[in-house]
């Protein structure tokens, strides 16, 4: 199986700011790479697909870069609704599509 | 609207079996795969299966092959996921998903990707004695 990295596992961060999370595959998947946004007690919502594809209704604030092993999403001016965790999914070696271990972001 | 909508929490005994469920609706149900995925209490995302309604090709991850069992009534538009023997440590929320296929034209030719674009609110199984 594939196995997904994520870094930090946590941050906190202030509104406004400019947010990087990273993702990184054990192998190269090309741009097989999805994002989701999970609110606690909430089911996760798709941010991004295909490593840079903005989903439908995505706020335009939310970019995904990277192909191979290594990738990014950027959350280019935090607002308050986007503390919450966030997945990296590979889906290029299937079965599994294996998730990233999350990344946490909190109030600063 | 697509949804999909799930059972109910449940609370079992150690031993006891279960199926809980996952109806889809605004949408072909066959024509898309459903994924289930498992967060235990506190941690992350688990990939457990998916299934293709339309002719009940299943895949598994590795981890919960021969674990639980994913299956789906097209005719009703519901997908399952059950266990003949429930353990303490299969506490946890699970979700369903649609996952869906999509083309993307590049310089080399279309390639097709797969995500999970509508989820299920979950289920919570609860399994203690």
């Known amino acids: 199986d594939i196995q997904m990295t994520q870094s930090p596992s946590s941050l906190s961060a202030s509104v406004g700011d400019r947010v990087t999370i990273t993702c990184r595959a054990s192998?190269?998947?090309?741009?097989?790479l999805n994002w989701y946004q999970q609110k606690p007690g909430k089911a996760p919502k798709l941010l991004i697909y295909?490593?840079?594809s903005l989903q439908s209704g995505v706020p335009s604030r939310f970019s995904g870069s990277g192909s191979g092993t290594d990738f990014t999403l950027t959350i280019s001016s935090l607002q308050p609704e986007d503390f919450a965790t966030y997945y990296c999914?590979?889906?290029?070696?299937?079965?599994?599509?294996?998730f990233g271990p999350g990344t946490k972001v909190d109030i600063k | 609207e697509v949804q999909l909508v799930q059972s109910g929490a449940e609370v079992k005994k150690p031993g006891e079996s279960l199926k809980i469920s996952c109806k889809g609706s605004?949408?072909?149900?066959?024509?898309?795969?459903i994924g289930w995925v498992r967060q235990m209490p506190g941690k992350g995302l688990e990939w457990m299966g998916i299934?293709?309604?339309?002719?009940?090709?299943?895949r598994y991850s590795p981890s919960f092959q021969g674990q639980v069992t994913i299956s789906a009534d097209k005719s009703i538009s519901t997908a399952y996921l059950q266990w003949s023997s429930l353990k303490a440590s299969d506490t946890a929320m699970y979700y369903c998903?649609?996952?869906?296929?999509?083309?993307?034209?590049?310089?080399?030719?279309?390639?097709?990707?797969?995500?999970?674009?509508?989820w299920g609110k979950g289920t919570t199984v609860t399994v203690s004695s």
């Open positions: 998903a649609r996952r869906v296929r999509v083309g993307i034209v590049a310089t080399t030719g279309e390639n097709y990707y797969y995500y999970m674009d509508v």
């Open positions: 605004g949408y072909s149900f066959t024509s898309y795969w």
């Open positions: 299934i293709y309604p339309g002719d009940s090709d299943t």
């Open positions: 192998q190269s998947i090309s741009s097989y």
């Open positions: 295909a490593a840079s």
């Open positions: 999914q590979q889906s290029y070696s299937t079965p599994p599509d294996t």
